[in-house]
């Protein structure tokens, strides 16, 4: 599927690495809706990424505020084709620590956000792709990027909610790529390590210094652009499909 001309869906648009994804498409000839928690955020980033962009904002596991959005997009531009899933959320606490075990409530709340809200906004957006007429010669309709980590494989101690909630985003890949067949949707889950995003950005040189030494080469932590080149990549190369892809540097996260 060529970007131009296609309209996506992408959670986390205001910053970090749904932002660079926006920017991607953009330039590619694309348009895109940035939903987002943050309703100024969304506004400013949809602002400030011109005409080929709107947005909406809301909890990505609210069924009512998604599906609110959806047909926002679907009414500014007439289509969804693609949708990217890049919202998310980290909570660090050990199965047992010194207060006790860990709330129940923590490991919930990064469930529903992580796993379930990403779920929510990828079924919802099937619906939308799969009314559209078929855009490559294979019938292709529409493409799923869903955003994993490499917690899911080698978590780190303290991140037993978020590598839960991103080991069910990279085993629901296959079985969704298997459910979207008839509708001609492909789906792909990107799994990236340490990314300079806004946090990493301001974080001290004793918590990024041990993360870098964990890669292999290049030496340093991911640039956004290089996340969204790889969306790009999963979106114009139709034989991916039900395929998690670690962008890492070649990273193995330590136990801490």
């Known amino acids: 599927m060529i970007i131009e001309d296609k309209v996506a869906f992408i959670t986390g648009g205001a910053s970090g690495l749904g932002r660079a994804t926006a920017e991607n498409f953009i330039q590619a000839g694309g348009k895109v ?23 909406a904002a809301g909890d990505v596991a609210d069924e009512e505020a998604v599906k609110n959005a ?3 997009t679907l009414d500014t531009f007439g289509a969804i084709h693609i949708n990217v899933n890049s919202a998310g959320i980290g909570a660090a ?9 860990m709330p129940l409530q923590t490991f919930e709340f990064v469930l529903r956000v992580n796993l379930i809200g990403t779920f929510n906004v990828l079924r919802l957006c099937s619906e939308a792709m799969a009314k559209n007429d078929p855009v490559t010669e294979d019938g292709e309709r529409g493409v799923i990027i869903n955003v994993a980590s490499v917690a899911a494989f080698d978590g780190q101690i303290g991140q037993v909610a978020y590598s839960a909630s991103k080991g069910g985003v990279a085993a629901m890949t296959l079985p969704i790529a298997r459910d979207l067949v008839k509708q001609g949707i492909r789906i792909a889950t990107i799994a990236p390590g340490i ?3 806004p946090m990493m950005k301001s974080a001290p040189p004793q918590v990024r210094e041990p993360l870098i030494d964990m ?14 080149q790889t969306a790009n990549y999963i979106v114009t190369c139709s034989y991916i499909n039900g395929e998690i892809i670690r962008l890492d540097s070649g990273i193995r996260m330590q136990p801490k």
Do not use: H, M, W
């Open 195 to 197: 990314f300079e995003t």
């Open 215 to 228: 890669t292999q080469f290049p030496k340093r932590l991911g640039n956004p652009d290089e996340f969204a």
């Open 93 to 101: 606490a050990r199965t047992l620590g010194k207060k006790g075990p």
């Open 33 to 55: 809706c940035v939903y987002d928690l943050n309703a100024e955020a969304a506004e400013k980033a949809a602002s400030e990424l011109g005409e080929s962009a709107t947005f």
């Open 70 to 72: 959806i047909q926002k």
